[in-house]
């Protein structure tokens, strides 16, 4: 029996690592809507593990976080649109991963790069591609918050 208890939590933080890795990809390619699905994801398991007065110790650093990475994805997507750099960017870096997900990666960049590999380098200001980036790296940064945050969460 108690081998069973080892192999059934284990079992558990499996799947609850791979229920942050899905969100981390929600805030990646969602953005804003992204990181209030992966926030309302973090919130049920932070419910189904914690007991009532441990679930608010731990909610209200999660729903601050939830609303400064919506702020934070707000204010840096407006400045970035700004640049007009970012369409083709984005583009480039969602080409980039169907391609990567489906053909081996070395192939999938020769084929990006050969075929729908716009917005890699833009040809503009230092300032507008540094703008350009930003979403993307602030969505890196937000979901791989969120995933360290989960995991202190299920300790």
């Not at 994801?41 to 999660?62: A, C, Y």
């Not at 369409?87 to 080409?95: A, D, E, F, R």
């Amino acid at each position: 029996m108690a081998g069973e208890g080892g192999c059934l939590g284990f079992i558990f933080l499996v799947l609850i690592e791979g229920v942050l890795l899905l969100s981390a990809g929600m805030i990646f390619f969602g953005g804003i809507r992204g990181t209030v699905a992966a926030t309302v994801v973090l919130s049920g398991i932070n419910f189904f593990v914690h007991e009532l007065e441990q679930f608010w110790r731990w909610e209200f650093p999660l729903l601050l976080g939830g609303i400064a990475g919506v702020l934070l994805l707000l204010v840096v997507g407006r400045i970035a649109n700004k640049s007009q750099v970012v369409t083709g960017l984005v583009g480039g870096l969602i080409s980039l991963v169907l391609f990567g997900a489906f053909i081996t990666p070395i192939a999938g960049i020769i084929l990006w790069a050969m075929v729908v590999g716009t917005g890699v380098i833009p040809k503009d200001k230092k300032s507008q591609v540094l703008w350009s980036f930003a979403p993307t790296i602030l969505r890196l940064i937000l979901g791989i918050g969120w995933i360290i945050y989960g995991n202190i969460l299920t300790l």
